[in-house]
Each structure stands twice: as C-alpha cells, then as structure tokens.
C-alpha cells in the first residue's frame, strides 16, 4: 500500500534520481511488485518472529487487483459524499 509506495519511491530517487512520474504508471506498479516479491516475505517472517498471532495463509498485497479496485472504490464513494477532497497543489 502506502508504506510500500513510500519506500519503493525512496529507493527509485537514491538508486536512480527518478520519481514514480519519470518512470509512469505502470512501470512504477512493476517496481513496487519487484519490491514485494523481493521483500514480502521478510515481513511476514518477521511478524512470526515477534509472535503475532496472525493467519499468514490468508495474507494479501493491498495493491493485488481486487484491493486497489475496493480501494478505488472506497475512495471514490468518500469523495462522492464529500468526506474527502482532491486539492491541486
């Protein structure tokens, strides 16, 4: 999700001096899936390790198809109800 943008966005910059725009949108998801599929699993394992009691058979990526469409979702239905709004900067 949002942390894992952060951090790939932060890798990108130091590596490369390029942000998510320089690289577009779906080559910037390619990255952030590289970084999943590279990282995903020293979380999860250091969750095991802290004790959390969590079924991790049941873990998901947020940014997988269907949780950026309910996140999409989401986020549309709370601008449509006017409790969020998109500012220009």
Same mark, same amino acid.
């Given at each position: 999700g949002?942390a %894992? ?9 130091r590596?490369e ?5 320089? =690289? #577009?949108?779906?080559?910037? =998801? ?6 999943? $599929?590279?990282? #995903?699993n %020293? /979380? =999860? $394992?250091q =969750?095991?390790?802290? #004790? ?11 940014l997988?198809? /269907? ?9 549309v239905?709370?601008?449509?109800m ?6 220009t900067?």
């Amino acid at each position: 999700g949002i942390a %894992t943008q952060a951090v790939v966005e932060k890798k990108l910059w130091r590596d490369e001096k390029k942000t998510r725009h320089d =690289l #577009g949108r779906e080559k910037f =998801l390619d990255r952030v899936w590289e970084w999943k $599929n590279e990282k #995903g699993n %020293t /979380i =999860l $394992n250091q =969750l095991r390790r802290l #004790g959390a009691s969590v079924d991790h058979s049941r873990s998901v990526f947020t940014l997988d198809e /269907i949780r950026s469409q309910a996140v999409t979702h989401a986020f549309v239905t709370m601008f449509e109800m006017g409790i969020i709004y998109r500012k220009t900067r």
